[in-house]
């Protein structure tokens, strides 16, 4: 490769490290460019976009972006998975794309500057959605103030049912 070629890969690699929320390193060999085009397909719906990269071009980009520990989670040929918004998503739609394919294998992860191993990337993929925690905590917090109202409303709802009671014995 020429080296502006080399130094515009680096560049554009440091800008994406930078923009990324979770980079997911991934070994790919066995896939098919088929298989590769149908992974970023996949990846282009959960807001996710798949690279390969050299490790050299990588390390360089890594280091430009302040994220020298992507280093740490690359081994060998890797495919670099790079989620923007939401890291569970990314997460979770390249678990479904494994599930379907024996030849991508995920090798390890990076949130932030915490490097993640092949494990703590399959819990994240695992997580419900991020609104559906909302959706859980919002929940959570109604659930006493549903408990109050029940235990302040019992007394009432026992007088109303008395008084019926004498009301259906006084029509009778």
Same mark, same amino acid.
């Given at each position: 490769?020429?080296?502006?070629?080399?130094?515009?890969? =680096?560049?554009?690699? /440091?800008?994406?490290?930078?923009?990324?929320?979770?980079?997911?390193?991934?070994?790919?060999? &066995?896939?098919?460019?088929? *298989?590769? @085009?149908?992974?970023?397909?996949?990846?282009?719906? *959960?807001?996710?976009?798949? !690279?390969?990269?050299?490790?050299?071009? =990588?390390?360089?980009?890594?280091?430009? @972006?302040?994220?020298?520990?992507?280093?740490?989670?690359?081994? +060998?040929?890797? #495919?670099?998975?790079? &989620?923007?918004?939401? #890291? *569970?998503? /990314? /997460?979770?739609? %390249?678990?479904?794309?494994?599930?379907?394919?024996?030849?991508?294998?995920?090798? +390890? +992860?990076? =949130? &932030?500057?915490?490097?993640?191993?092949?494990?703590?990337?399959?819990?994240?993929?695992?997580?419900?959605?991020?609104?559906?925690?909302?959706?859980? %905590? =919002?929940?959570?917090?109604?659930?006493?103030?549903?408990?109050? !109202?029940?235990?302040?409303?019992?007394?009432?709802?026992?007088?109303?049912?008395? %008084?019926? &009671?004498?009301?259906? /014995?006084?029509? #009778?």
């Amino acid at each position: 490769m020429l080296r502006e070629k080399k130094t515009e890969i =680096v560049a554009r690699l /440091a800008d994406t490290l930078s923009r990324s929320t979770i980079v997911i390193a991934t070994s790919y060999q &066995g896939l098919s460019a088929k *298989g590769m @085009a149908e992974l970023r397909g996949a990846l282009g719906g *959960g807001g996710a976009e798949c !690279h390969v990269v050299k490790n050299t071009l =990588v390390r360089l980009a890594g280091e430009r @972006a302040s994220k020298a520990q992507v280093m740490d989670i690359i081994d +060998g040929p890797t #495919a670099l998975v790079f &989620g923007y918004d939401d #890291a *569970g998503q /990314a /997460a979770r739609t %390249l678990d479904r794309y494994i599930k379907s394919s024996e030849f991508v294998v995920i090798k +390890g +992860g990076l =949130v &932030g500057e915490r490097v993640l191993s092949a494990q703590e990337v399959m819990a994240l993929a695992n997580l419900p959605s991020r609104e559906m925690l909302l959706s859980q %905590l =919002v929940a959570q917090l109604q659930s006493p103030m549903v408990r109050l !109202h029940n235990v302040l409303s019992s007394p009432l709802r026992g007088l109303q049912n008395v %008084l019926q &009671g004498r009301i259906q /014995a006084l029509a #009778a």
